[in-house]
């Protein structure tokens, strides 16, 4: 398998080093336009590959998502190029970098995202657009789509991601890879807690296989691995819209789980608690977006139209509704127990149908609404796992007409490695021939 401890094994056994990976990574990077947003300085990218943590990871270059927790000397900028010179870099990782850099991995930049990450494609201003390694006219997804296309592409094995409204299950859908959502407060967030968006946004990874995110996972929040032990119930639920191509993915992946043993059966899509989610991510990412872009005092001549739009209507919002989301969190989150009454577990699709296309969330827009709809509309009841806590796990399910289709299993809150360890029976499902292998691993 070519993933990312297949890597750190080639390194191990000194099939090739550490900082001729690195070059191999920056080599790369350099042919793939609109994957990454910044690096270190090459020597400096280079020190820190000679002198890995050791950890299942050791000496494997990776890339850190321009959102999120951050990595020392690798400050964020959210895709906003104002904020790029206004904000100093950190002196100190985040405590998930620290976790990532202890697990041997060797951050040394940033992948590309969309403006304050509020597209499902990655078209930040002034840069390539982050194109889908399978298609051209096709986006590589949002918003961690710099990083799903830098490791589609092989600049590296393995990049963190960040997941508010789909931004890690959205992109590795579009882009054949594996990706968890984990359930919240299972991952660090702190010291600085900036993507906490009331407990709806969770990082991790994107990588090629089940066991790197599987290792990744495990290394970060200190939960042991569970063993697959006896057939689990799966629902399998097709959300209305879903394209028959989609559909059809999906049953041949409930025929893989039913010959293991599982017991699949059709559920209804929870639509009315998938809109309640919607509603409640949608004025979440809209309050924080008009904090966010106050406390660093941008003006409207530095942002988009539509970032500025949205944050307008953030700002009307009173105290006493952005404290009505905090108790709606918990009533959503409460009343996704329900959804697990009769099942262990729910497949279900990622996207509607194919990966969006370029231009598909143009900047120039001003109408909130249009733009969460459209989110809505090509990934439904994605917001379901933010809002009400839940782990889910992104898997490429199919490979038709030269692209990928990914789907997703959600399990109950904290339920992360038993959803880990029902996805095993998975990890060959399908085989993406991704059009480039990692750089610097041997062939």
């Known amino acids: 398998m070519t993933d990312a401890t297949a890597l750190a094994a080639a390194i191990a056994d000194g099939r090739v080093t550490a ?8 080599a790369r990077m350099r042919e793939v336009p609109g994957a990454v947003a910044r690096v270190l300085p090459e020597a400096d990218a280079l020190a820190l590959a000679d002198a890995p943590v050791q950890g299942p990871f050791s000496g494997v270059p990776f890339l850190g ?16 190029p104002a904020l790029r010179d206004r ?8 405590a998930i970098f620290a976790a990532f850099r202890a697990a041997g991995l060797v951050p040394f930049g ?4 969309p403006e304050f990450g509020l597209a499902l494609i990655t078209e930040p201003r002034g840069t390539p657009p982050a194109v889908n390694p399978f298609n051209p006219a096709l986006s590589a997804g949002g918003s961690s789509g710099g990083a799903a296309l830098a490791v589609a592409t092989g600049i590296v094995a393995i990049a963190h991601a960040t997941d508010a409204a789909g931004s890690i299950r959205v992109p590795a859908a579009c882009c054949g890879l594996w990706g968890l959502k984990p359930s919240r407060g299972v991952v660090p967030e702190g010291p600085d807690f900036g993507n906490h968006l009331m407990g709806i946004a969770s990082e991790l ?31 399998l639920c097709l959300p209305p819209g879903a394209s028959e191509e989609t559909a059809a993915t999906l049953r041949n992946t409930a025929d893989t789980l039913t010959a293991q043993g599982h017991v699949v059966t059709d559920i209804a899509p929870p639509s009315e608690l998938a809109a309640e989610c919607d509603r409640v991510a949608r004025a979440i990412l809209t309050v924080s977006l008009a904090e966010w872009v106050d406390a660093v005092d941008l003006k409207e001549p530095d942002i988009t139209p539509i970032a500025a739009a949205i944050a307008a209507e953030g ?17 959503l989150s409460h009343d996704s127990e ?25 900047d120039e827009e001003t109408s909130p609404k249009a733009r969460f709809a459209r989110m809505a509309e090509i990934a439904p009841m994605a917001t379901l796992a933010n809002v009400a806590g839940l782990p889910a796990l992104a898997f490429p399910a199919g490979f038709r007409n030269v692209l990928p289709i990914g789907a997703q299993l959600l399990a109950p809150l904290g339920k992360d490695a038993d959803l880990l360890a029902l996805a095993a029976c998975l990890a060959h499902l399908v085989d993406i021939p991704f059009p480039h292998p990692i750089a610097g691993l041997p062939i």
Not at 65 to 80: P, Q
Not at 88 to 93: L, Q
Not at 315 to 331: H, K, N, P, Q, S
């Open 205 to 235: 990874v994107v990588a090629r296989s089940l066991r790197d995110v599987a290792t990744v996972f495990h290394a970060v929040s200190g939960i042991s691995p569970v063993a697959a032990s006896e057939p689990k119930r799966i629902g």
């Open 87 to 94: 904000l100093p870099d950190p002196t100190e990782d985040s």
């Open 110 to 113: 940033l992948t590309s995202v």
């Open 19 to 26: 900082c001729d990976v690195m070059a191999a990574s920056l």
């Open 65 to 80: 998502k321009d959102l999120g927790s951050s990595a020392r000397g690798l400050g964020i900028a959210a895709g906003v």
């Open 338 to 362: 329900a959804l697990f009454e009769d099942v262990d577990a729910i497949l279900m699709p990622v996207l509607s149908g194919p990966p969006p296309r370029i231009g598909s969330f143009p």
């Open 315 to 331: 700002r009307a919002m009173t105290g006493t509704e952005v404290f009505g989301l905090t108790r709606d969190v918990a009533r």
